[in-house]
């Protein structure tokens, strides 16, 4: 997948077929919409494509990211999007709707289909609805393809429902809604050292960013790619009231990988979440503390024996 970072032409022979929308999390709607453009573009020998946009480290507009850019681009690509355009949203918010469709989806992707969902909105303060969507596209000779919905619980899936999943402990409402584990994959840092020396389970430590949604704190049944293998392991995302009760201590997120040992500080391991295991609490003795470790661990590797995932 061609990743471009500002509003430039994109690389197609015969014209696009874009998907459309921000994406966060690439779930079973987002799914749909994607995979509908790809689908279109290889009946009708057109490009594959998707234009979506970046927000500034700290904007809140959506919420917190669920998902990494990197994670957010493997699982695009992964449905089958060559064609990728994510320029800042600066660079296209101030558009009128119909500037939105000349300058992004003409001039650069030379569109002769779009997917969108029916919420879909475009153009300067979301101004431009499907309706105004079909009026502009149609006299262009661009198709207009309104996905349907899809749902969860009778109600549509969105990001904002993935995101109040994960921060309410919801985890399998979650993974369902965008149909494949939630999923990190931020840089490994140093901890205290305190899970190597004192309780014989060293942990990789990766925490969030300011601008990631954070889950539920909790205990978690995870796995980690590791060394190109999925690793079962147990992560504990809270603040540690065990060994650190000082009020404004920081939340961390820590994996413990039974059997694996190796240096990955600095690494971007996948971690995968898929089951809520328990809530972190304060221990009257580490001991206490590494044996819940070690059954959350133990839950784990059962859990991941039991199933058939890829
Ligand atoms: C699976 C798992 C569950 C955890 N649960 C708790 C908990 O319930 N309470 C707590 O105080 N700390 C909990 N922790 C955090 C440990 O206190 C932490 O890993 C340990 O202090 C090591 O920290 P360090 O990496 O800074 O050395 C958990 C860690 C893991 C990996
Ligand atoms: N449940 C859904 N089914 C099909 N398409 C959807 C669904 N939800 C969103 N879409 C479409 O997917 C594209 C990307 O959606 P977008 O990320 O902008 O919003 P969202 O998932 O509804 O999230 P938010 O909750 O932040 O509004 C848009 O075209 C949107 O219309």
Redo the contacts with the bound molecule.
Sequence with gaps: MQIYHTMTPVHTAQGCAVALGYFDGVHCGHRMVLGSAVRYAAENGLTPAAFTFELPGNQTLKGGRILSPVQKHIRIESLGIEQYLEPPFEAFRDLSPEDFVQKVLVDCFRAKAVFCGKNFTFGARAAGDVEMLHALCEPRGISVHIVPMAQYGAQAVSSTRIRAALEEGRLDDANAMLGAPYAIDWTVT??????????G???V?QNYPPDALQPCTG??LTRILLDGHWWP????I???????DSANAAV?C???VPDFSGNLYGQNPVLEFHRY???????RTLQE?SD??HR??RESKDYFAAQTVK
């Design positions: 140093h901890g205290k050292g305190v899970g190597t020396s004192r309780l389970t060293p942990t430590n205990v978690y392991a147990a992560t504990g809270g603040r540690r009231p065990t060994v650190d961390t820590e994996t413990y295991f328990c809530p972190v609490r304060k221990f503390l819940l470790i959350a661990a």
